[in-house]
DNA sequence: AATATACCTGACTGAAATAGTCAAGTATAA
DNA sequence: TTATACTTGACTATTTCAGTCAGGTATATT
């Protein structure tokens, strides 16, 4: 059970763009450099921010990226949607709706990832993008007390 | 982001034997049959319970495999740390302990990661296998409710 | 003692996802 | 005009998953 880069390189990315957000745009090359992330890998990310609306591009010389809106209307969870798929863990191996399903009340499946999924939902979705930025230094407390 | 057939096949595994707890040991044919498990995978799965401590087996005609100790005394969590690996989502790409992160102020995947990954295990852990049993029919209500 | 029934072990494989790379575009501010 | 940016799609090596196959060892029953 563990996350791809994606997620975690994706959410540094952004990262980047919440300390820059209403500086302008930052380029794929700044944030590469910063983060550390393969320039092209990261271009793919970015695309996929972009297309569900997180991020915004300029093109041409002093163009790049920036957050579509302020830092604290995303959330964690928002990022990782976009670029793991939807937070769905695992559900019944046989389709949903099939008679199987209904007549063997042993299958807990369904009822108990779906129960999991939503409490993994809530606590990704807590964390918005602003939260991150205080989570230098010692200032990480506030993320933990919640 | 999601769990492998393992963590789903082996919990559904762990609910057969908890639903028999008391009542001497399961063979791995009963176990694969109620719950529609390919046989030889859930022999995979079953012995790495075992070497953890989870379920005992007992040899010969008879035989088969029981919990180890009281359902009340597992939970989920348990379960899938021992099929799935750690529930270590994600670190810092590089190694943890290398200069590049203590100098990186920027490099924001440690700590976000290990408090996410607090939060998972409480969830998960919060779920012990009596709980499962309580899922059926309309008595889901006690999971929902915490 | 034989044997049927169980558990135990390791090697193997097809299919899919990851983690990138490579090449060639299109748009636009300077 | 052109340098710099974003955009798109195809390609690939590696790893993991999900499951199979073949055989081995232990033991309660007969």
Redesign the interface.
């Known amino acids: 059970?563990?996350?791809?880069?994606r997620?975690?390189y994706g959410?540094?990315a952004v990262?980047?763009l919440t300390?820059h957000y209403g500086q302008g745009p930052l380029t794929i090359r700044q944030i590469s450099e910063?983060?550390?992330i393969p320039l092209k890998y990261l271009e793919q990310l970015l695309h996929r921010l972009k297309k569900s609306g997180i991020i915004e591009s300029v093109r041409g010389p002093t163009g790049g990226y920036a957050l579509a809106d302020d830092p604290a209307n995303f959330s964690?969870g928002d990022i990782?949607r976009v670029l793991?798929?939807p937070?769905?863990?695992?559900g019944c191996?046989?389709s949903h709706d099939s008679d199987?399903c209904l007549r063997h009340?042993?299958?807990?499946?369904n009822?108990?990832?779906s129960?999991?999924e939503k409490?993994?939902a809530e606590?990704?979705d807590d964390?918005s993008l602003t939260d991150?930025t205080k989570?230098?230094?010692n200032q990480?407390a506030k993320?933990?007390i919640r």
């Open positions: 059970m563990k996350l791809s880069t997620g975690n959410l540094r990262y980047e300390r910063r983060q550390n964690v990782l793991e798929g937070l769905h863990l695992s191996i046989r199987h009340e042993r299958c807990i499946s009822i108990l990832w129960e999991i409490k993994f606590v990704l964390i991150l989570l230098d230094g990480k993320l933990m």
